[in-house]
């Protein structure tokens, strides 16, 4: 069967630290872009915060303490209150070399931004084929090694949502 098309609705999250820390992953199809978590809804109907803690969980193994998620439970799972949706979105023109996850003719995404507090010393598991490296840096340190604009500007407006 052929695997579906994405949905051209995304989220990003910002993880960061309270002394403003923000970890980048390395993405495995691409060396040296590093970037935030990142995914596409599953389905049209899924809501962005879910959308939100699911790409968190897959690409770094950090669980949000979100209702209804298997690892809810968890006493390592970050507080469902740490992850704020910025109420932040980027209309973006997708790059050619990822166009054809996507249905003929569809050329743009909309990305959703949130920001996940998390601390000090927080395990990360990549899913190895997704990222192949994470590495944390201040916060405008981040924001010079993201390969995308619309990434490196969310992590430059970090400190304005630290407290929303």
Partial sequence: MD???KIPESVLVVIHTADLDVLLIERADKAGYWQSVTGSKDREDEPLRQTAVREVFEE?????AEEGMPWAENPDAVPSHHLRDWRLSNIYEIYPVWRHRYAPGVVKN???VFGLLVPRGIAVTLSPREHVDHVWLPYREAADR???PSNAEAILQL???LHD
């Fill in 3 to 5: 695997k579906p098309y």
């Fill in 60 to 64: 770094t193994g950090i669980g949000v």
């Fill in 110 to 112: 909309t990305e959703h």
């Fill in 146 to 148: 993201c390969f995308s």
């Fill in 159 to 161: 400190p304005r949502h």
